[in-house]
Each structure stands twice: as structure tokens, then as C-alpha cells.
């Protein structure tokens, strides 16, 4: 898949991959706007990434382009 949704916390990465950027996006929105203040600001990155391969096992599967990002 190639839509991927980043979440890094204490140094912790997390991610989440979609087929389709609209998929992507409405995860994303879902999951930002259920933190509380608190736990958004204790997100290092939070953002919404199209990868440049569809590779799960890629080297550069976190390459690509940020489509959205939370702050």
C-alpha cells in the first residue's frame, strides 16, 4: 500500500498503510481529532506520507512525498 500514516511518538514510530490517499487522509483526521491536547503534544511527527513504493520490505518505503502533516 501506499499511502502511509506516520505517527511518532517518544521516539516511537508508527505507521498505518492505505491504498488510496482519501483512505489515508480520513484515518488520519480521525485519529488526530480523538487526542486530547496533551497527547498531540507529545507527538514528535503525525502526518500523512505517499510512499514511492508500493514495497512493505523496501528500504525506501519511507521516501516520498508528505501529502498532510498535524501540528
Avoid at 510512499?51 to 521516501?63: H, I
Wanted: proline residues 0%; charged residues 45%; without cysteine.
Amino acid at each position: 500500500m501506499r499511502f502511509l500514516v506516520i505517527d511518532v511518538k517518544n521516539g516511537d514510530s508508527f505507521e498505518k498503510a492505505f491504498a488510496t490517499r482519501e483512505e489515508a487522509i480520513a484515518y488520519a483526521d480521525r485519529e488526530w481529532k480523538s487526542l486530547t491536547e496533551y497527547d498531540k503534544k507529545q507527538r514528535e511527527e503525525f502526518y500523512v506520507l505517499e510512499s514511492v513504493t508500493d514495497d512493505e520490505e523496501a528500504e525506501n518505503r519511507f521516501d516520498g512525498d508528505v501529502i498532510k502533516e498535524y501540528k
